[in-house]
Structures are given as structure tokens and as C-alpha cells.
DNA sequence: TCCTAATTAGGACGCTCGTCCTAATTTAAG
DNA sequence: CTTAAATTAGGACGAGCGTCCTAATTAGGA
């Protein structure tokens, strides 16, 4: 790997933590600096902006989100055993929900308010995780409608799980909605 | 009213708009001045400084939900008539919702990543909800802990689907997600 | 080794930020 | 009316913002 590649992805990984931690709008450019202990001219000459970092890391979560459903998709032929591991992608992640929430939501919902080109830029994640849903339940024969809706509705309810052990810092709440909404899967579509 | 009062309450709407529709980070002294038209010195006679302004915004906010819940209780003599009524909260506002997500989860999400202080601030207005609902399951006969294991499900279930409805820009999904949840509340507890 | 391109460092710039201060104006009580 | 307090206007200030530019250093192929 070329020097500037290794860079870049410090750059990448540090802004991605920042962005995560303090949001998008509150991350300035030189927290970034800071941050990475890199100096101001060697960031913009690799990305030009906070925007372009914001493509980049969306460039890596993007691989890192096909590679985790390639891998559950390995590891689990039944599909319901892949939503269940989607469900429990939420345990793994307990303590960054609580503080700061889910890390594609947060981001998407920040940049949905007011910046719609940054938006756009980040909804790919989410449909990610729609698409592979949709994926699990048309193998479990819904019809591509159903399915769909299955699949938003499993999204919706993830989402306010984690809204819900964000705002109130609840992890035992967390743990037991997960756990019920494990054993909804089971019993509706198994 | 005094005059100051009224230039408060003019200062409180502008802000309270500006914080939802952009985010608070995102929201600038001065944007403030532009939206309210008044001086920069006019302001900051009334609030100190952002952070005061917020504090008035959640003030007058938990008024109105006060007001709202009030008045839910004196219409609707039956708990579930009142849950239902929670849900369809979101159709009233859901031009809204799509655009800038729900009012409470996206200002409370952004300022619990790293602003504790004006986090707790805001954190009231979750909590009138969240006593609310566990006062309509208590009526309907659920032990203390079985009422705020409801409360908090549906109060999650109401976010995720803000969440979705936000992210995707989707006000289909939202009346059939809400609509759902109407009937399931009927089912389960009635 | 040398040379060129890639990379890094950091200063200059104009702008906006939030805070503070002072003066002008309006309000309302006496 | 008068007068003091409340309210409003707006400029001054230093700090931080993101962007741009140039010079120094490094890496890697010829």
C-alpha cells in the first residue's frame, strides 16, 4: 500500500469516530487535525473537505457492511438465523448505542435536515441493510410486497430500540427488546 | 403581557423552528438573528446564549405537551383510546416527520452525543411521554413494571418508525406502520 | 545516484462565530 | 410630564472556522 493510502485511511477512521461521537456539524476541521496528529495541509491535500472525508467513510463502512452480511450469509443458511444475527448486531454494539446512538442513523438524521447532497451520500448504508433483509425474506417465500414490508418494519423496529437505549442510556432495556424481538422472528416468520 | 415577553416568546418559536429544521449545532447565533429579525443586542438581552435559548424552547415545549396530554385524558375516557390516539400523532405531523424526523429524538439524540448538560435539559420531554404511557397501561391494569416495559416498547416502536419515515423519506410506510400499531394495540391490551 | 512525483508542514487569508459593551429608544409608573 | 427601568440597536473584539497557497521533505523508479 502506497504511504498516502495508509493516510488517508487514518484520516478515514478518525473522522469516522469524531463524525459518530460529536456528529457531523459539530466536528470542525481541525478536531480532525487534532485528532489524527496529522498537519492541516497534509488532510486537505488528501481530501479536500469535511464533505469529501464524509464520502470516504462512507466508501469504507459501505465494504465493511458487505462483508459483514457476506460473512452472516456464510455462517447461517437459515434465513431466520441471519435476522436473528442482525438483531444481535445491537448486544455487540451495546455500550456505543448508548452513548451515541446508532451510527448510520444518527448520521442520516443529521444530514437529512438541511444538507440533502450529504444525504444522499449516506443513504446507501441504510439500504444495505434493507436490501439484504428484503433478500432473507423473500427467501423465507413472502412475496417481494411482503417482504418489503417485513423488511422496513424489522429496520423501524431496530431503529427505535436504539433510539430508546440512546436517549435513556438503558442498556437492560436494550437487552430485553432484543431478546423479545428475537423470539418475534422465531414465532412469525419460522 | 410585558413587551420583553413578547420578543421572548418571538425568539423561542424562530429558535425552536431553526433547531428542529437544521439541527442545534448546525444553528448559528446569527441565523437567529435573521430568522427573528431583531438585533443581535435584542437577543442577547433576552438569553445569554444558545444554550439559554434551549432551555426556554424545552420550557415552552413541555407546556404544550402538558396541555396536549391534558386534553388526550379529558377526550378519551379509555386508556386504549388514548394510546391510539398517541399513535395517530405521527399522521397529524408527518409532512414534518419525513422531512426533519421526530422533534424530541433528533434535538435529544444530537445533544446526548457530547453535550450532557443541555442533553438532561431536554431529556423532560421524553419523560412526560414515557410517565404518560405508563400511566394509560397502569389503568388498564399492568403491574408497575409490565406498565413501563409497555410504555417504553411503544414509545420505541413510535420512534423507529419516525426514524424510518425520516431516513426514507417514506409517509406510506408511516400510515401503514401506524396503522398497524393501532390494531396491535387493541389486540394486546384491550 | 538522481530526478520527479507524491506527500507533508504550516502560514496567510477572509469570513463567521459568540461575547461583550455602550448608546439610543421605548415603556410604564409616579 | 418626568424619570428610571426595560428594551432595543449595533459596533468592537478575539478566537476559530474552512480554504488556499507555497515551500520543505520523502519515496520510489530510472
Redesign the pocket.
Known sequence: M???????LRIINEANKLFYQQGFNA???????DAT??????????F????EILSGIVESRLADIDELLTAWNKEFPSPINRLVRFCEMLLDEQDNLKQYGCPMGTLTGELSKNQPALYQLTLPMFKRFQTWLLEQFTLLNFSSEQANENALELLSRVQGITVITHVFKDEKFLNKEISKLKNEIKNRYD
Not at 27 to 33: A, D, E, Q, R
Open positions: 502506497k504511504q498516502g493510502n495508509k493516510t488517508k466536528t470542525s476541521f481541525s478536531n480532525i487535525v496528529g496529522l498537519s492541516k495541509g497534509n488532510i486537505t491535500y488528501h479536500k473537505n469535511k464533505q
